[in-house]
């Protein structure tokens, strides 16, 4: 089965956080923009 | 490594961690929107009859519209209808800029929804169910209210209209 | 070293549920476009007039062809291939597979006969007191009940591996799919039981009335779930198979892939609620908790961006691939099978913040109903899963069938067709969601509509132009694909990842099914338990039933 080669021990997946990167600063800055649309359009309560 | 410890490189440990607190930064977030800003959602508010709900004259809804309970506020009982022509009753209503108005909306046959233009009031309206919501309209102008659940060939004329006068 | 050899038979059992899938495609997809058109203002339901009688029956047959059949039968067919090949043994018992897949043509048949004859547009979560012909909740039942024998005949044969191999790992594929259709077989029982307890006898006269509020219920207590039973099989190919034909690539961890799957099984029903926040009949308490939870169910997803990511990171490196994200260039781009996975990918992300958006919790109220939705699926459903489905039907149609792809450039054209039509159509439906735009609605008449929204209705028409495209040219690629006179050369190889740390060295409880599967079930009765019981116990059968179309 999955040998363990010595360049995946090398291997380190720093592409993988810059991509991360970008995907995480998307997320927070299009929920934000949702979530203060909420907050704009004011209360609704019971 | 111990066949029973779970491998997890340091780059993808770190990025569950992150991960975990922005969740709970959401989760706060949303929280303090609902218990600190008071964006909330709806609650139980009282059983009816669907079938006698729009006849029956103890009924709110036997006689929808606006009224008012104290000054600037006003309790608004709206019937969402598929049957016979898709319609708000009323359609209309006008209140004062600075009004605080509970909505109290039912169906008296298929599921139906309501939203309130550019407002936080969007919600499902049930046949059985009252749908009930407050909001303040502090700006002047026309809200529409449309219709946001498929119910039946009429689904897309549904709404109606809120006005505020300065 | 050869690989594991299916049998012709079932080769053929499993290219019987593609076909059917396919079919209910091209189908479903023609419908599609036209609502698109439509908000566009090119009505061509006026044209159709004498066999679809209105948008909303068009809207039925596209959610319920492509949302539920298209997909369903996909799944057993890949889940089936995976289990075979995965665990190296035949199905145990290929009649009662084989009884499974007719109990859902079946199904299907019964469903669709009314759909098609107006009788049931009723949209494809058919909420009460909408009241569909009773085939159409019969059909719908032997869909699902189908779906479980062939499950059921899945079982089983892992049961005899397990037999003969005591102590060794569930490879990966198997164990993904099996975990995937517990999933199912678990989840389905809320609308099963909305079915056989109201709609079904409701529409055969039996009772009176249903109770809506609590249908929904039932209905949601299925319908969050099914997203991961769409979204899993497409997981499975993005961990296990992807890297490998991405550019002979590992997986990057086998622990966490088998720890995400398990996250899934534990925590996608117990967040059904958040699909009812603005419903009236549920208590705020239970609306929140489940918003929690939903966060929950979000970390599993993100676990899996960083694994499939790394794992595709680990081939482009290994195809000389250099610099921080330079090396996504490396992958193999030219394999149609690559190009549409890899798209529907980058498109999922965006489908994942809006499904974050949408679950959390009082942010409902800005998009609940609104064109955000349908805009939010398209991205999930109808590209990570369906995009991702045509790519792995590019390698496993030849596979089956031992006939070449026809025409892979045109494959490749058509993943990118799809990609630039869906970011088109769906980022103008995120923004009219946004501005109000309800969803369900024939924008295009609609008397509410302002002008500052017609610029996006257009681009909304002009995505579903460019999708209706790509739609017929991957139908055109399969037909002449299955009737190819062009045959492989050898057996299609099927791209099976290594993972870099052998699985055997993997925790035990990894592999044990108990633990999770009991966590699953009190979870769901912690969850569900009380607020069912209330409903159940005040329940009100007093709406009859409307047809109102």
Known sequence: MAKKDKEDDEFRPTGTIAILAIFVVTLIAIWATIYMILVGRGGTTL | MSAQNIHIDSYERNWMIFSFVLLVLFATAVSVAAFGMGIEVPAPEQRVDPNTVATDPNSPWSNPGLREISAGKYDAYILARAIPNWEYLPREMTVPAGSSVSFYVTSSDVQHGFMIQNTNANFMVLPGQVSKLTVTFDKAGTYNFICTEFCGSGHGVMYGAITVTP | ?549
């Open chain 3, 1 to 549: 070293m050869k690989q594991y050899q299916v049998s012709a038979a079932e080769k053929k059992f499993i290219g019987s549920h593609i076909l059917v899938a396919v079919l209910a495609l091209a189908v479903g997809s023609f419908f599609g476009p036209l609502q698109a058109f439509e908000h566009a203002g090119w009505d061509f339901y006026i044209y159709l007039k004498p066999f679809i009688k209105s948008y909303y029956q068009g809207l039925t047959v596209h959610g319920v062809l492509n949302a539920l059949v298209w997909t369903t039968f996909f799944i057993m067919g890949f889940l089936t291939f995976n289990v075979i090949f995965g665990l190296k043994r035949p199905l145990k018992n290929i009649v009662l597979n084989k009884v499974g897949f007719w109990l859902m043509v079946v199904g299907v048949v019964a469903a669709a006969a009314p759909v098609l004859m107006n009788e049931a547009t009723v949209l494809f979560t058919f909420y009460p007191p909408l009241k569909a012909n009773p085939f159409f909740y019969l059909g719908l039942t032997l869909v699902v009940v189908g779906s479980w024998v062939e499950g059921w005949g899945l079982i089983i044969t892992y049961l005899g591996w397990r037999k003969e191999n005591p102590s060794e790992r569930t490879p990966f594929v198997a164990f993904a799919s099996l975990v995937t259709f517990v999933l199912w077989q678990i989840c389905t029982l809320g609308v099963a039981v909305e079915i056989l307890t109201m709609l079904l006898p409701w529409s055969l006269g039996l009772i009176e009335g249903v109770d809506p509020q609590l249908a929904r219920t039932y209905f949601w207590f299925t319908g969050h779930p099914l997203v991961y039973f769409w979204l899993l099989p497409a997981y499975i190919s993005w961990y296990a198979m992807l890297p490998k034909q991405a550019g002979n690539g590992k997986m990057f961890s086998d622990s966490l892939a088998r720890l995400s799957f398990w996250m899934f099984l534990v925590l996608s029903t117990p967040i059904g609620i958040h699909h009812q926040y603005v419903d009236p009949g549920v208590p705020p308490v239970w609306k929140f908790l489940h918003s929690m939870f939903t966060f929950g169910v979000f970390f599993p997803s993100m676990m899996t961006a960083f694994t499939v990511v790394a794992s595709l990171e680990h081939a482009g490196r290994k195809q000389g691939g250099k610099g921080a994200l330079a090396w996504i260039g490396k992958l193999n781009w030219s394999d149609p099978a690559v190009a549409s996975q890899l798209l529907a990918g980058i498109l999922f992300f965006f489908g994942g913040i809006g499904g974050l958006a949408n679950a959390s919790y009082n942010v409902n109220l800005v998009l609940h109903n609104t064109a955000f939705i349908p805009g939010h699926f398209h991205l999930t459903v109808s590209t990570a899963v369906t995009l991702s489905f045509m790519g792995i039907s590019y390698w496993l149609v030849p596979y089956l069938t031992g006939r070449k792809l026809w025409q892979p450039k045109w494959a490749t054209i058509q993943a990118w067709t799809w990609f630039v039509g869906m970011i088109i159509f769906s980022n103008s439906m995120h923004v009219l969601g946004l501005l109000g735009a309800p969803r369900r609605v024939p924008l295009g008449l609609a008397p509410y509509v302002p002008a500052e929204w017609n610029s996006r209705l257009f681009q909304v028409g002009l995505g579903g132009a460019i999708l209706f495209l790509s739609g017929a040219i991957y139908l055109v690629i399969m037909y002449m694909t299955a009737t190819n006179k062009q045959r492989v050369e050898s057996e299609v190889e099927v791209p099976i990842a290594e993972a870099m740390q052998d699985p055997a060295l993997g925790p035990a409880w990894l592999d044990r099914w108990a633990p999770w599967v009991y966590a699953a079930l009190g979870l769901i009765v912690l969850m569900y338990g009380p607020v069912l019981f209330d409903m159940i116990k005040n329940i009100a059968l007093t709406s009859p039933g409307f047809r109102v179309w």
